[in-house]
């Protein structure tokens, strides 16, 4: 069994981003700029805005950032967005989700320029994974593709089951497993035989929001399991959607929760944010 180092991994490609901005620093490249939005103070939003300004940082872009009151109208959010699409200096646009609830996810979502959508949530991103095209990858289904290839799992012509179907996780990632030759079943609340469906799994990818719900009972001997979920415990430590100490022993390769998946996903919005420029 191979624990999939998320943080070394997500590192590496850090490092390797840093080194292509040097390069285009040398060439007399313009300059990448991250506009990061975040509304209200939500302790955990303020973490993950923190953490990726520190990653402009690391690999030598720009980052700006917008900090809003909660009380922040949609129209004033919209028109910042409006502002910044217009700026030519920014050349991505991040807004830290959720916002608070008198504000519309898919109104701001559908604002940003498809051109700066540096999440990968627009309706033009979406769409341009699903037929193919070349656009803007979701940051956390990519790292989990970044994670299997980078670790020597091969896609093609597996058995793939994604337990979640949100538009964030569950849909993106499985249409990209897709993109590699994975032969993908997608499960959720409504699905039936759970358990047999997740046996079948040669590469099973867990985003269901629900702490350690996923045991050996759901895993085929052998198979490669990586846990998108992550929640706090009780005792203060983080676990995911999946029970490691159950699982590990029955696998070929797992991710652990935290230095899973998690980190990688600032790492593949980095990787966004240099792209198209
Ligand atoms: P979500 O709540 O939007 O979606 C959960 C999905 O799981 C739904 O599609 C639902 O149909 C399915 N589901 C729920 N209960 C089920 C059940 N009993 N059986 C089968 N399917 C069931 O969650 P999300 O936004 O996709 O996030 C999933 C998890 O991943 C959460 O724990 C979240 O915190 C985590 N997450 C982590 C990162 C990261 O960077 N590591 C990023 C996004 C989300």
């Known amino acids: ?33 991250l506009a990061v939005i975040q509304v209200g103070n939500d302790p955990a939003s303020s973490v993950y805005v923190g953490n990726k300004k520190k990653a402009c940082e690391y690999i030598g872009i720009g980052s ?42 898919d109104t701001i979502i559908r604002r940003i320029s498809p051109n700066k959508d540096v999440d990968g949530f ?3 991103s979406v769409g341009a994974l699903l037929i193919g095209e070349d656009g ?33 996780v569950g ?10 030759n994975g032969t993908v079943t997608i499960c959720h609340s409504r699905t039936k035989n759970l358990k047999e469906v997740c046996k079948r799994a040669d590469i099973l990818v867990v985003a269901i929001g629900k702490p350690k719900m996923i045991t050996s009972e759901y895993v085929k001997e052998g198979a490669c399991v990586i846990d998108v979920g992550i929640h706090r415990m009780e005792n203060g430590k983080l676990c995911g959607d999946v029970d490691f100490e159950d699982v590990a022993e029955h696998c070929s390769f797992i991710t652990p929760v935290p230095g899973g998946v998690g980190p990688m996903t600032i790492a593949m919005l980095m990787n966004n944010c240099l792209k198209n420029i």
Do not use: W
């Not at 004033?76 to 996810?105: C, M, R, W």
């Not at 849909?171 to 590699?180: A, D, N």
């Open 136 to 168: 803007f990858l979701s940051c956390t289904p990519a790292g989990v593709i970044q994670l299997l290839k980078r670790s020597g799992v091969e896609i093609a012509g597996k058995e793939c089951v994604v337990i979640g179907r949100s538009n964030i």
């Open 64 to 105: 700006k950032s917008y900090e809003l009151p909660e009380e922040t109208s949609q129209d004033e959010l919209l028109s910042l967005i409006d502002a910044l699409n217009n700026d030519d200096e920014i050349t991505g646009i991040l807004v830290q989700l959720p916002v608070p609830k008198h504000i519309d996810e």
């Open 171 to 180: 849909k993106p990632m499985s249409v990209l497993l897709l993109r590699e």
């Open 1 to 33: 069994m191979q624990i999939i180092d998320g943080k070394k991994i997500s590192q590496e490609i850090k490092d390797e981003l840093k080194a292509k901005v040097e390069m285009m620093k040398a060439n007399g490249d313009k300059i990448p700029c």
């Open 122 to 124: 627009h309706p033009m």
